[in-house]
């Protein structure tokens, strides 16, 4: 009966790694809300039309000269957030390219935008970090570090992480 045990508890224990080392199923959705995908990965596991065997085959579709600069875009529900070399933080249609709305900041927008819970959280060099409406490109607040905001906002638990060139991290969640 010992012997038993013990082999039963040699096999458990030698199970416990393999149990750990599995990946909990992805949910797809096929929307990229930040810089990088979950656990900063920059692929997405969801995509399943494009693969080796038709990439090849890839071609323009569109494109909108007045939002490129140094940002990521964000894809939230069909739509492409992204900040500008300009200016601006743009929303564009996903499947067009034609612009829904675009916000002013007071310098440019390397920041990659955030999009959560139907905000859009970015930095830009005039010291600012924005929340904008995510239909309508309206500011909902700001906060002024102390320097140029060109680090990408996350998203995590209720709260959006962002740093700034004043060399703080900053935290905004709930009062």
């Known amino acids: 009966m010992k012997r038993a045990c013990i082999s039963l508890l040699i096999r458990c224990a030698c199970c416990v790694p393999v149990a750990w080392s599995q990946q909990p199923a992805v949910t797809c959705v096929n929307n990229w809300r930040e810089f990088h995908w979950t656990n900063m990965v920059r692929s997405n596991p969801c995509e399943l039309v494009l693969n080796i065997n038709n990439v090849g085959r890839l071609g323009l579709k569109w494109s909108n000269a007045s939002a490129g600069g140094r940002s990521s875009p964000a894809i939230v529900n069909g739509t492409v957030y992204v900040g500008s070399g300009g200016y601006?933080?743009?929303?564009?249609?996903?499947?067009?390219?034609?612009?829904?709305?675009?916000?002013?900041?007071?310098?440019?927008?390397?920041s990659s935008p955030a999009v959560a819970n139907g905000a859009v959280y970015v930095g830009s060099y005039d010291n600012n970090v924005y929340a904008l409406n995510a239909k309508t490109g309206t500011k909902l607040w700001s906060y002024a570090t102390g320097n140029a905001v060109d680090s990408s906002p996350a998203v995590a638990s209720g709260m959006v992480y962002v740093s700034s060139e004043d060399g703080t991290i900053y935290a905004f969640g709930l009062k």
């Open 88 to 110: 601006n933080v743009y929303a564009l249609n996903a499947t067009t390219g034609a612009q829904l709305w675009s916000y002013a900041t007071g310098n440019i927008v390397w």
